[in-house]
């Protein structure tokens, strides 16, 4: 057995923690298509801490992003449960719904296709200010321009048009826009992933001071360990549509016990050339399998260079060990499981 691939056993998931702002148990999307049913969520379960920023990482098709928009039923969940101030989002109707929607926000990918180009940013900015009859009036401009302020704008871009900002100010305009309903939870889908190197550390600094100033929790969505490793306080690793490990994310990036987790970390660049240079990469084999027809036992057997004969017949639970650490990999040696 592989020293990374081993751990001890520890308490039951987050003792001691802050309160959970949500709780997700067992979440499942699939989409009903032609070709099959794809399983793009297939039972995830984990919660967010009270002002955290949880990391959500896994190669493109993992399913992160629908995660995101299951959380905040902008896609409908298949089967499953997101509790949020005792009550499963899953199950409210529409009805129901409305009241808790401003507390739950998001901030989207592409800060081209995200924002009306018909509207003026005061206009994107203050529509849900009304549509939530949290302002009205001149108020509502006054409120605008304070979130323009706040996300690093001038108050006077309130009557330019999307088109007149560059990529970086489009996403700072879509940041304010999430923020005008005074959200307590916000999953940010990759936030970063269209601006260039030199304007995403501008954002992920400025979401990190909101988080300080305005008291939030972030589910930060990323297929950039980089970048997942500064913003983030704990990190889900996906795979498939599957969470194959949870930890602190210094835990994760000194000791991943995955295998899944330890290829992606060994792919992350280091910025020291020597360093770089006698670094070993571990280099996964094959494709990523179809979300349609997923492998049985373990998501990752077909990749796994440690992949034994129960690997590909029963399927691994997400199980406790040290601090917190939870993975799911029948080669992870614990004394005690304990199922999140």
Partial sequence: MNQALTAESGTQLDAGASAAVLEVDNLKTHFFTPAGVVKAVDG???RVRKGEILGLVGESGCGKSTTGRALLRLVKPTSGQVFYQDRDLAQLRKSEFRPVRR?????????????NPR???????????TTFALAEGSQVNARVRDLLEKVGLSASAINSY???FSGGQRQRIGIARALATQPEFIVADEPIAALDV???????NLLKQLRRDMSLTFLFISHDLRAVRYMADRIAVMYLGKIVEIAEAGT???KPLHPYTQALISAVPIPNPKLERERQRIRLKGDVPSAINPPTGCRFNTRCQYAEQRCFVEEPELRAGASGHYVACHLVQLSASTTQ
């Fill in 162 to 164: 999307p088109h007149q």
């Fill in 44 to 46: 995830i379960s984990f």
């Fill in 198 to 204: 030199s304007i995403q550390a501008q954002v992920m």
């Fill in 252 to 254: 994760i990036y000194r």
């Fill in 103 to 115: 507390k739950l926000q998001m901030i989207f990918q592409d800060p081209y296709s995200s924002l």
């Fill in 119 to 129: 509207m003026t940013v005061g206009a994107i900015i203050g529509e849900p200010i």
